[in-house]
């Protein structure tokens, strides 16, 4: 800031022999470093900084008189610098804050730029060249948002990912961190029955399926906590009606049953209130013929 002395007249005094020092006081949001330079044509220079952003107040009076200059007090804006990335912070968002995602569900870095004293920038403001991606079961590029600084993907596969954030090519401080994601709830479309043998079963004898549960994205569940309930369809004046289930707690059902009476056998398993639909062999039920024990089974 540059002052030009002038006498009540009007009239600019070019030495500064006879004319009263400058103070500058200032007041804001932290200190303004003001430094007064006396020029040799009887002017004046202000050389101010500041290392924290935000309006500041600069007042110049006359050391003698206390009379303001130039109609100080002024309004002063300082702004934040350029972006250094060792100092912006970047955080994981996720449902349970762990870490931990689901998939299928979006995954949020949210990002704060900041210049080398800490002051906040804005992303467009500087046109900050951020970019966030994942590298795991498959490599996905977030989203960004300058504006807010928030960058968005879904990872639909299960399994551990590296999450990278870097800002023009160097990496936030604290970054890549590791992020898990988990298979969503079971999907009975995609989930499938196993273990059924074909023939050579007898009435009393136990019949053992599995129920392997997968979500939407063809992902194995590997936990258990879910509705799996087996009905079974055996030959008139049978009472048995439905399978006992085993949670394995690893995303698989054990279905056990004794079968009462011999001949054909339908097994319908409902998971989360919904049938299955895919069993191993193609088939959307599974078919079993029960032999009396006094039949000769053929193997």
């Not at 951020?130 to 498959?138: I, Y």
């Not at 999907?187 to 009393?204: C, F, K, Q, T």
Request: charged share 20%.
């Amino acid at each position: 800031m540059h002052i030009v002395r002038c006498d009540g007249y009007g009239n600019r005094l070019a030495e500064t022999t006879s004319a009263a020092p400058i103070s500058a006081t200032s007041t804001g949001p932290d200190t303004l470093h003001v430094h007064v330079l006396e020029q040799a044509d009887g002017s004046v220079k202000l050389q101010y900084t500041a290392r924290t952003a935000g309006d500041y107040t600069l007042r110049c009076t006359s050391s003698v008189s206390g009379e303001a200059f130039c109609n100080s007090p002024w309004t002063i804006t300082v702004r934040a610098g350029e972006v250094l990335p060792e100092n912006c912070q970047a955080t994981l968002v996720t449902v349970d804050g762990q870490h931990r995602s689901v998939a299928g569900q979006t995954v949020t870095v949210a990002v704060m730029f900041r210049d080398r004293y800490g002051n906040a920038v804005q992303g467009t403001e500087k046109g900050v060249p951020l970019e966030v991606w994942a590298e795991g079961p498959e490599n996905v590029a977030f989203a960004v948002d300058g504006a807010s600084g928030k960058c968005g993907a879904k990872l639909t596969k299960s399994g551990s990912y590296l999450v990278h954030a870097a800002i023009n090519g160097t990496a936030v401080s604290g970054w890549p961190q590791l992020l898990h994601v988990l298979a969503d709830k079971s999907d009975p479309v995609r989930s499938y029955v196993s273990g059924a043998p074909p023939e050579g079963l007898r009435v009393g004898e136990p019949v053992t399926l599995l129920l392997h549960t997968v979500d939407a994205y063809g992902n194995a569940r590997g936990q258990g906590g879910e509705e799996v309930v087996v009905e079974l369809h055996g030959p008139l004046g049978s009472q048995v009606r439905e399978a006992w289930v085993v949670d394995n707690e690893n995303g698989t059902y054990a279905a056990r049953f004794k079968p009462d009476m011999p001949g054909s056998w339908t097994i319908k398993p409902r998971c989360v209130g919904v049938w299955v639909v895919l069993v191993a062999d193609g088939y959307s039920t599974v078919f079993l013929c029960i032999h009396d024990q006094s039949t000769t089974i053929k193997t």
